[in-house]
C-alpha cells in the first residue's frame, strides 16, 4: 500500500526528517558536508540547505533540501534542474539524488 503525500506535507516531512539529523554541522558525514558547502556556494542567498545519506552510509544516495529566494519564480523542475547542475560533479559518484526545493514565504 502506498502512502499519498500532499506537497506540502512532503516538504514538512522531508524538513522534520533532515532537521532530526542535520541541527549539527558535526553530526554530517563527510560527503553530506561536502554536499552542503557545494550548495552554500552555488546558492548564496539560501536560507536554508540541508543533506542527509540516505544509503546507509555508503553515500551513494542522498536527500537535498534547498530554500532560496534564488528559486523565486522558477518551475520546480527548473529548481530541481539548478540543484543537481551545482551538484553535477558530485553526482558522477551517486547511485541516486532527492531534491527538495523550496522559495522562501
Not at 539529523?21 to 548564496?44: D, H, M, Y
Not at 530541481?80 to 558522477?92: D, G, N, P
Request: net charge positive; hydrophobic share 35%.
Amino acid at each position: 500500500m502506498f502512502r499519498i503525500f500532499r506537497l506540502t506535507q512532503l516538504t514538512t516531512l522531508c524538513r522534520s526528517t533532515l532537521r532530526h539529523r542535520c541541527t549539527e554541522a558535526s553530526t554530517l558525514t563527510e560527503g553530506e558536508q561536502k554536499i552542503v558547502n557545494v550548495l552554500k556556494e552555488k546558492f548564496p542567498k539560501a536560507s536554508d540547505i540541508q543533506a542527509l545519506d540516505i544509503s546507509g552510509g555508503c553515500g551513494s544516495m542522498y536527500k537535498v533540501y534547498v530554500e532560496s529566494a534564488e528559486f523565486s519564480g522558477q518551475r520546480t523542475l527548473n529548481q530541481h534542474r539548478m540543484v543537481k547542475e551545482a551538484l553535477k560533479e558530485e553526482i558522477k559518484d551517486m547511485h541516486g539524488l532527492n531534491v527538495v526545493t523550496r522559495v522562501p514565504s
